[in-house]
């Protein structure tokens, strides 16, 4: 509590010290000062905690708990429990990166800028009116103030203040105490040492090596090496350091490239002590602080045995292997902020650092130097071989991540030729593809591969052709995907490139056209593997999500569709066994169709009845574009004509052709409840691309209206005439009307005021208009635009 007021009154005493020297300009201060209760204080702590070592403990369980004295914990610590010193210093070291990343997510552009100096002054001026209105006392006056900050803003602000502080408090102290930074130093030295003393591979930690390695990365890249002669500081502590962690790696057993797992269990430790070599390297002023020539000495030969070793004979994994390559491809290509972002990501265990918290120029110019030492002390070749390893077939597929960089820095022909072999061969083969899906950065690698061709010169030929496209989804079928979807995410792949440069170049003559392709089918069964992985974050689920984002920008008819269908599907259920079983195509619903005007019979229903049964069975196993199109080619042929060549592309383009059927068709039941089903999916495609293509929302609506005006025309036309009366088969039976008919009328004359408005004003026969009037109440929605209409005087007349 004394330590706590002390605090306080350190921050208060200038203001204070101020105001009483304009009231008293001769007035004397007595007692003790803020500083000199915290020095007291401190004295005390320490006294306290030598007088046992549960004493001690004590002490550092009630400081961590009031947060409040880290430099007398970590003192205590070093002293009592080496592992704990390290623990808390990863603790308080990797907080404050935790606070530089999440302040660049969460405060606007002005609370982002606003730096701790402008907080601390609006502080001062806060409590400088609170203690000029206030003849209290210091401890009532402080009382106050924490009385008065229990509401407003200010307490907002002086918690963030004191966060940050508290965060970045050890950091501070050990720049700033000398002794107490050396003895960290020292500490982890010792333990990294102890650690691999006549020690064999069962008897070392992964953990306890993950966690020393870490404390030993953060203290040097946030601290420093120190410039003394002792083991704590200097090129003693990085020659003895690096021994350390040399021993360390010569212990483990490291299989031949050959067999290399795809994972081990010396993966994150591998990827510390790589990063912690080469910040310790280019933190070293003989290595990070020249340009050439460079010195020598014990130190610099123990940087360069531990950072050969772990690049060319220590990698335990396929995983570690594409890190190496990584870290290599920064080294030969000099991509130094990528470089220094990744090594502050792994030193700090935290993926959300953006680059800008760690870009500073003396770090850039040490890593520079870096990798002009080790260039000049490695052949480029084995450099070179070692990048090439991480991005082979064999390696891509278990972590895409190095090749992702490569492409990324991709600018010469030859390299570009190069990676399209690379991402070819991963797209031509479904078991690359489907072991590639389980890495979180397939889609990463999909939009690095596009945009690499994006930058090339004209013309952009993309690796995934529109026929070879649809070509392989032809080849599939629902059986092969329910068996193994390797087909499936190779299908998703390629369909995520093509989508992807569709997006970047929807001009260009390479692009494929999304309609012809079975996107809807894609989704559902990839939505439903993603159900049965049940990981949010795996890469088939971001690969789903992309898919569903770009397929909703192109054809949003389609994603709106599915979230009727899967309403549907919950309260229908999913097709049966037997209906999956006995498959059903195109070609068997095309030859229903043409069944039902055989043998010059106007209208077999019981035929008509049988073709949207399979028509219904087709639609739950084959694409809609698919069935549309087979459709649409029985219905305007006739058994004395060829069938004719309409493509789904065409059909979304025109969806009227579908009106040019024949009586015979509108007079059948089942084949008229077909040929309007499929007429409002087209007129759905068909909207989304008028709204696509055109200049001008106002355009997209009168193309739109004229259509559906065009539309409604023809059904009320065959309605009102007696086409779709259906026949009981009595005698003076009252006929009724086709209910999917006029369900259509009514939802495009709801969707489409004004449509009525037109008819009525293309004089609309006066039979028609009663049968309008009686069957379609909708139509009185456009009784505005009418009674306008009538009050122009000709306007009626044709």
């Given at each position: 509590t004394a330590y706590k007021l002390a605090e306080k009154a350190q921050v208060l005493q200038p203001v204070q010290d101020h105001s009483e020297e304009a009231e008293n300009p001769i007035s004397t201060k007595t007692g003790p000062s803020g500083a000199d209760i915290m020095k007291t204080c401190i004295e005390a702590t320490k006294k306290i905690a030598s007088l046992s070592r549960s004493e001690a403990f004590n002490v550092i369980r009630m400081l961590k708990e009031e947060n409040r004295m880290s430099g007398i914990v970590l003192d205590i610590l070093i002293s009592q429990d080496a592992l704990g010193a390290a623990t808390f210093i990863v603790e308080n070291l990797t907080c404050a990166s935790d606070v530089v990343s999440g302040s660049s997510h969460c405060q606007d552009s002005s609370a982002a800028t606003m730096d701790q100096g402008a907080v601390v002054d609006r502080l001062r001026v806060h409590r400088r009116r609170i203690i000029s209105s206030n003849k209290l006392s210091l401890r009532n006056r402080m009382i106050c103030q924490d009385n008065r900050q229990s509401n407003g803003p200010l307490?907002?602000?002086?918690?963030?203040?004191?966060?940050?502080?508290?965060?970045?408090?050890?950091?501070?102290?050990?720049?700033?105490?000398?002794?107490?930074?050396?003895?960290?130093?020292?500490?982890?030295?010792?333990?990294?040492?102890?650690?691999?003393?006549?020690?064999?591979?069962?008897?070392?930690?992964?953990?306890?090596?993950?966690?020393?390695?870490?404390?030993?990365?953060?203290?040097?890249?946030?601290?420093?090496i120190g410039a003394g002669s002792t083991g704590g500081s200097g090129s003693k502590f990085v020659e003895d350091t690096m021994s350390s962690i040399l021993r360390l790696f010569q212990i483990f057993e490291n299989p031949p490239d050959s067999v290399l797992p795809a994972e081990s269990s010396r993966d994150n430790v591998y990827q510390l002590a790589l990063c912690a070599t080469i910040t310790a390297c280019y933190?070293?002023?003989?290595?990070?602080?020249?340009?050439?020539?460079?010195?020598?000495?014990?130190?610099?030969?123990?940087?360069?045995?531990?950072?050969?070793?772990?690049?060319?004979?220590?990698?335990?994994?396929?995983?570690?292997?594409?890190?190496?390559?990584r870290i290599v491809g920064f080294i030969i290509h000099r991509d130094l902020s990528n470089f220094l972002e990744i090594l502050h990501k792994i030193i700090h265990n935290n993926n959300s650092i953006d680059r800008a918290s760690c870009q500073y120029d003396e770090e850039l110019s040490g890593l520079g130097n870096m990798c002009l030492w080790l260039s000049l002390k490695i052949e480029d070749n084995k450099l070179k071989a070692i990048h090439r390893k991480g991005v082979s077939p064999e390696f891509i597929v278990e972590d895409p991540t190095s090749i992702i960089d490569t492409m990324r820095r991709a600018n010469t022909l030859q390299t570009n030729n190069e990676l399209d072999s690379l991402v070819q061969t991963i797209f031509c083969d479904p078991s690359f593809c489907k072991r590639m899906s389980l890495h979180p950065s397939i889609v990463n690698f999909v939009r690095e591969s596009v945009d690499m061709l994006l930058r090339r010169p004209l013309p952009h030929i993309p690796l995934v052709l529109p026929l070879s496209l649809e070509h392989l989804a032809r080849s599939m079928s629902r059986e092969d995907v329910e068996k193994d979807h390797d087909g499936l995410i190779q299908f998703s792949l390629q369909l995520l490139y093509s989508m992807m440069f569709l997006d970047c170049e929807s001009k260009s003559p390479f692009t494929i056209d999304p309609r012809l392709l079975p996107l809807k089918e894609t989704l559902e069964m990839l939505g439903s593997k993603c159900v049965e992985?049940?990981?949010?974050?795996?890469?088939?689920?971001?690969?789903?999500?992309?898919?569903?984002?770009?397929?909703?920008?192109?054809?949003?008819?389609?994603?709106?569709?599915?979230?009727?269908?899967?309403?549907?599907?919950?309260?229908?259920g999913e097709p049966s066994d037997e209906m999956k079983k006995d498959y059903i195509s195109p070609t068997l619903v095309c030859d229903a169709i043409r069944s039902c005007f055989c043998d010059g019979v106007v209208s077999n229903e019981t035929a008509g009845m049988r073709a949207e049964s399979m028509f219904k069975l087709c639609q739950a196993v084959n694409p809609c574009s698919e069935i549309d199109v087979a459709v649409v080619r029985a219905i305007l042929t006739d058994s004395n004509s060829q069938p004719k060549f309409i493509n789904y592309s065409a059909l979304v383009k025109d969806p009227l052709v579908i009106l040019k059927a024949k009586a015979a068709v509108w007079k059948c039941r089942g084949t008229r409840r077909i040929m309007l089903r499929v007429l409002q999916n087209l007129m759905k495609a068909n909207e989304a691309e008028v709204m696509k293509y055109s200049t001008t929302d106002q355009v997209a609506k009168e193309f739109l209206t004229s259509r559906d005006a065009i539309i409604v025309r023809c059904l009320l036309f065959v309605c009102q005439s007696g086409f779709l009366l259906e026949e009981t088969g009595r005698e003076n039976s009252t006929p009724s009307h086709c209910v999917m008919s006029t369900n259509l009328i009514r939802s495009v004359v709801t969707q489409r005021l004004g449509i009525v408005a037109t008819l009525i004003k293309q004089n609309l026969a006066d039979i028609t208009l009663d049968w309008l009037v009686e069957f379609i109440p909708e139509s009185f929605f456009d009784s505005p635009i009418l009674l306008n209409i009538l009050l122009d005087r000709g306007s009626l007349s044709p």
């Open positions: 307490q907002v602000r002086q918690s963030s203040l004191e966060q940050v502080q508290h965060k970045s408090e050890l950091c501070k102290l050990l720049i700033e105490d000398r002794s107490l930074s050396e003895d960290a130093r020292q500490c982890i030295s010792r333990c990294l040492y102890d650690l691999t003393d006549g020690k064999d591979i069962k008897d070392i930690s992964m953990g306890e090596a993950s966690l020393l390695i870490q404390a030993y990365a953060l203290l040097i890249l946030q601290v420093g933190k070293f002023p003989p290595i990070g602080d020249t340009k050439g020539p460079f010195m020598g000495g014990p130190a610099v030969t123990a940087c360069f045995d531990c950072l050969q070793y772990l690049l060319t004979e220590s990698v335990p994994s396929m995983k570690s292997a594409v890190f190496e390559s992985d049940n990981n949010q974050r795996s890469g088939m689920m971001l690969l789903f999500e992309s898919l569903k984002g770009l397929i909703s920008n192109h054809c949003p008819d389609i994603t709106r569709s599915m979230a009727k269908t899967t309403l549907i599907c919950q309260k229908v």
